[in-house]
């Protein structure tokens, strides 16, 4: 009776334990699978089914196959690529962001994830468990930004009589484009994610400017919060600077300085666009 008492509570300790991770799997709304890598017997449970459009049952019966038919086949080759890397043992994990074809004809993405937990007697992978997260709309909305930033890059670019330059709230350059380019002479490798607007101003007239706002606003402004103190208070400012060339050349320009808010209303940056006023240059030295 002992016994008897000990695997009741065994089993019913095992079944809670298999309840609440069937629970969590539920909440976290994501497909599963198990595979025996050497027979091809494959289990799917019903969101991993769903999430290509199906029912369960109208997918039986089911095996490996059932995931290479419905694969993008531009997709397989570096899908297996990844399995055998992770059966090596190089990859903990096998990871992978791949298309699915749906009932409806579409591709949807998913992110594909498993590890092989038991081995054969050989060494050889056995069983392999994993899970399918739908991430349709997330690829979707990194490709309509990639598009986005694409388009936005095309205009920046063919503007080549106007300077466009972006900076962080801190003032590192982020942005720089062909026209920023052929009124200073550097290149846009040579000053984004390493160069501030220090760089192609006269400290002078930064100073004296910096001492005209300080007058203004009762406190010291100085520095890059000279460019965009009125900016930061949502009020874009144009006003005549020079600008230092590469070669040491002073370019007369009139520059806008405008800040760049992010959707939930996060300053995330300072756009300065600017056009030069003369073709006279002088030397500064």
Known sequence: MRDTSN????????????ER??????????????????????????????????????????????????????????SG?????HFRGETPFYDYQCRMRHKSGRWVWVHDRGRVVSWTDEGKPLMMYGTHADITEMREQQDEAHRTSAQLQAILDSATG??????????????FNRGAQRLLGYQAEEVVGLQTLALIHLGDEVTQR????????????????????LARQGEPETRQWTYVHKDGTRRRVNLTVSAIFDRQGTLSGFLGIARETLKKTSRIW
Do not use: C, M
Not at 81 to 85: F, I, K, P, S, T
């Open 7 to 18: 695997q009741k509570r065994t089993e019913a300790a095992l079944w809670e334990q298999a």
């Open 21 to 78: 991770l069937k629970s969590i799997i539920d909440g976290t709304n994501i497909g599963t699978w198990e595979w025996n890598v050497q027979t091809g017997e494959t289990t799917f449970n019903e969101r991993w089914a769903e999430i290509i459009g199906y029912r369960l049952e109208e997918l039986a019966p089911v095996d490996i196959n059932t995931w290479l038919n419905h694969a993008h086949p531009d997709d397989l080759r570096e």
């Open 81 to 85: 690529a990844r399995l055998e890397r």
């Open 162 to 175: 106007v300077s466009v330059i972006a900076t962080n709230p801190d003032g590192l350059i982020t942005l």
């Open 210 to 229: 910096g001492r005209e706002l300080s007058q203004l606003v009762g406190r010291e402004i100085s520095g890059f919060e000279v460019f965009v103190h």
